[in-house]
């Protein structure tokens, strides 16, 4: 099973600022990483697959990039709505698919 | 497409849960996606349990593969989820998605039902 380790746990920022996420894999799934945004008391939503592809209609201030073991998600200018945790998760080595644990996107 | 868990909120340890996932939109039957349950406990992360493809055949978690079925239900547009022999750890929010079958990520996802496991 590939191992997601998301870094860090908690990230505060401030609105209008720019937020830097990371996540790493245990081993290289190659490009086959999505990005989710989960708030309280909701389903996740969908940001980036491919590694670097946004979802339908997510804005382009999220953008994610990497490849291989290492990733990151950057948010460019953080809006009231951004203030989330977010998840990696791996669709490179089945089974299973694994999310790593999330960060905490507060506001400084 | 929208997806609509339901089921018991509370389960007795030892026994089966067992959850609908109603689908909206679209035919469990047809497009080339998987159907998917996670799950995620209180205050931590995500959990995938396992799919099922639009043909019907599945695949599920090597550490749940012992306790878990999924199936559908055409007539109803319905993917259901079974976990047998449940504990307090099965305790969590199940979530029911629509994984894309070429790529794999999750694009639709349910608002989520709470499962708590407890006597």
């Known amino acids: 099973e590939i191992v997601m380790t998301q870094s860090p746990a908690t990230l505060s920022v401030s609105p209008g600022e720019r937020a830097t996420l990371s996540c790493r894999a245990s081993q290289s799934v190659s490009s086959n990483l999505a990005w989710y945004q989960q708030k309280p008391g909701q389903a996740p939503r969908l940001l980036i697959y491919?590694?670097?592809t946004r979802a339908t209609r997510i804005p382009s201030r999220f953008s994610g990039s990497g490849s291989g073991t290492e990733f990151t998600l950057t948010i460019s200018s953080l809006q009231s709505e951004d203030f989330a945790v977010y998840y990696c998760?791996?669709?490179?080595?089945?089974?299973?698919?694994?999310f790593g644990q999330g960060t905490k996107v507060e506001v400084k | 497409v929208q997806l609509q868990e339901s089921g018991p909120g509370l389960v007795k340890p030892s026994q089966t849960l067992s959850l609908t996932c109603t689908v909206s939109?679209?035919?469990?039957?047809?497009?080339?996606?998987?159907w998917s349950w996670i799950r995620q406990p209180a205050g931590k992360g995500l959990e995938w349990i396992g799919r099922m493809y639009t043909s019907g055949s599945t695949n599920y978690h090597p550490s749940l593969e012992s306790r878990v079925t999924i199936s559908g239900d055409t007539s109803k547009n319905q993917i259901s989820l079974k976990l047998t022999s449940v504990t307090a750890a099965d305790t969590a929010v199940y979530y029911c998605?629509?994984?894309?079958?070429?790529?794999?990520?999750?694009?639709?996802w349910g608002q989520g039902t709470t499962v708590i496991v407890s006597s």
């Open positions: 491919n590694a670097s």
């Open positions: 939109g679209g035919s469990i039957r047809s497009g080339s996606y998987y």
């Open positions: 998760q791996q669709y490179h080595n089945w089974p299973p698919w694994t």
């Open positions: 998605a629509r994984e894309d079958q070429i790529l794999n990520f999750l694009d639709v």
